[in-house]
């Protein structure tokens, strides 16, 4: 049974501060995600959704609960073998790349860490997967669209080849044309490299173009799970996943 | 029904080394008592053209267009201290992140009634009455409290509630508002545009609404202008959107993904070198005679 599964949570908290300025960011999460499958959570700002991802990476120190990744139970710090598998993707692609390297560099870096060899043939294999020139392999990221840059973090990512990714907003930050562009992205690379999805989003539309089931968070906690055929159906069990399906739909003109 | 303004070939200009990048592109424009929109993706030159009309084109940016009439005064040939005049008491601005837009070292009613006593001769005690029915016209709960705060004790939406307050308490006759939402959540998105919304009628206001999110476009504004690589493509009537004629509207519409429909794979925009240099498209509308 728990083979198949990529990732797996219980009761996972997370807090922030001591004392006066205590704050539980995540409160009693339980989720799981198939190996091979993309799994979704959605929410408004601060409901603790980025939170989870940061737990698992061990970006959010403290926490408490039970976090299962491929097999593997994790405990305080993560190993370079964890980093090996799991990857994460960062909403800005204006801020989560150096200024100051080109993209060369980014991707020969990853690959140095994790003691890969042949990382020229890697790096070539890579940009071209992602779908960019090798012209793009020397330039800073100030020459790069936002498109590109999502793109050569995508890359960056996946240069280590690893089993599970974690995406933060992968699109927030774009247009909707690059938006889609991106997506296709995505969803053409899972199929490639049996890749699981964990995705974080607050536009639903999005998640559910990407996921199979969805996690819908509220103020810490995972109120709703739902999978995306209840969820294009319309058809959710808890008010605050009625209201956000609602404002979603609303927005578009009804008449 | 007149204009209240009228925009006739607008060019904003940004030399560089590497020659001149040309944000807009002759554009003309109308607005009356409605809401206009104004779409289009990064780099189409949809703020550039809502900074123009308060010519708030930074130096090196030039900016030229024949006229830019505010109810037949020509803004181009106020001088710039007439044009502060302008900006703020006629036209006002809503930007897209309230975080940046406030000042964070000083009270959010200070900053409001500051706004109002700029432009109207006010005593600072009426000035705070008004502020505070101001608060309340926007739907904030406790606006005393709020009067005495600071921004970064506001979330998002209380921050750009905030800001529309600041911007409507001259009275203006034009508000631009330049992604007003971008940065907030979807359900608060709707209380924001409501809010936005309900002001603007009850005033008989004209309203500027820039964006990239087509959906809300559609959904919120009267008439819409279709901006691609510093010109307009294409004019509709909002609700009509969804039948919009040019492949750029088309392409953006359905690269969008849908809730409640699956499709396998996202429809790519295919660009057309032709649409970069096409005239543009006028988006002056006569004023009806009664």
Redesign the interface.
């Known amino acids: 049974m728990t083979k198949e599964l990529g990732i797996e949570i219980e009761k996972l908290n997370v807090w922030f501060g001591e004392g006066d300025t205590h704050v539980n960011a995540v409160i009693d999460a339980s989720f799981s995600v198939k190996k091979g499958g993309s799994f979704g959570l959605v929410g408004e700002s601060g409901s603790g959704k980025s939170t989870v991802l940061r737990a698992i990476t061990g970006l959010a120190p403290d926490w408490s609960g039970k976090i299962t990744v491929l097999d593997e139970v994790l405990g305080e710090t993560r190993t370079r073998n964890f980093y090996s598998k799991v990857q994460m993707v960062f909403q800005d692609p204006y801020a989560s790349l150096h200024p100051r390297q080109t993209i060369d560099h980014v991707l020969s870096e990853a690959l140095h860490l994790h003691g890969f060899s042949e990382p020229d043939n890697r790096i070539m294999k890579v940009l071209n997967d992602v779908g960019l020139s090798q012209g793009f392999r020397f330039r800073y990221p100030h020459q790069l669209s936002g498109g590109q840059r999502q793109r050569v973090a995508i890359a960056r990512a996946l240069v280590i080849e690893p089993e599970i990714l974690l995406l933060d907003e992968p699109t927030s930050a774009l247009d909707v044309s690059v938006q889609a562009e991106i997506l296709n992205l995505l969803t053409d690379l899972q199929a490639e490299r049996a890749l699981t999805y964990l995705m974080v989003s607050h536009d639903l539309a999005v998640v559910g173009h990407m996921c199979s089931e969805i996690a819908v968070m509220n103020q810490g906690e995972i109120v709703e799970l739902l999978d995306v055929e209840d969820m294009r159906a319309l058809k959710a069990i808890h008010p605050y996943t009625q209201q956000l399906l609602d404002a979603s739909v609303q927005r578009r003109r009804v008449d | 029904m007149t204009n209240l303004l009228e925009v006739k070939n607008l060019c904003v200009n940004f030399p560089t080394r590497n020659g001149v990048v040309e944000a807009v592109r002759n554009i003309s424009f109308s607005l009356g008592k409605e809401r206009l929109g104004i779409v289009g ?2 780099g189409s030159g949809k703020s550039m053209t809502g900074r123009a009309i308060l010519r708030l084109i930074k130096k090196p940016g030039i900016l030229t267009a024949d006229y830019i009439k505010l109810e037949g005064q020509d803004l181009l040939k106020l001088s710039e201290r007439e044009m502060r005049g302008v900006r703020g008491h006629k036209i006002s601005m809503v930007m897209q992140d309230p975080k940046f837009s406030l000042n964070p070292v000083m009270r959010i009613g200070d900053q409001i009634c500051e706004a109002y006593q700029l432009h109207s001769k006010v005593s600072r005690k009426e000035a705070v009455k008004k502020t505070i029915e101001m608060l309340e016209a926007v739907l904030i709960r406790d606006p005393e409290r709020v009067f005495k705060s600071y921004p970064h004790e506001m979330s ?1 939406g209380m921050g750009q509630r905030i800001m529309i307050a600041m911007m409507l308490i001259p009275d203006p006759q034009i508000l631009i508002a330049d992604e007003p939402t971008s940065a907030l ?6 209380e924001v545009l409501e809010i936005m919304d309900r002001l603007v009628r009850e005033r008989g206001m004209g309203l500027i609404f820039i964006s ?5 476009v ?2 919120f504004c009267d008439r819409v202008l279709i901006m691609y690589a510093g010109r307009i493509v294409e004019t509709c009537r ?2 009509e959107l969804s039948n919009a004629k040019h492949p750029y509207t088309q ?2 519409l359905k ?9 396998d ?5 295919q660009r057309d070198e032709a649409w970069r240099t096409a005239p543009s498209v006028s988006g002056i509308v006569e004023p009806e005679r009664a």
Do not use: M
């Open positions: 993706e990064s998002g959540d979807v359900t608060v998105q709707k990239h999110d087509l959906n809300v559609s959904a909002a609700d392409g953006l690269s969008l993904p849908q809730l409640e429909r699956r499709v794979r996202l429809a790519v925009l």
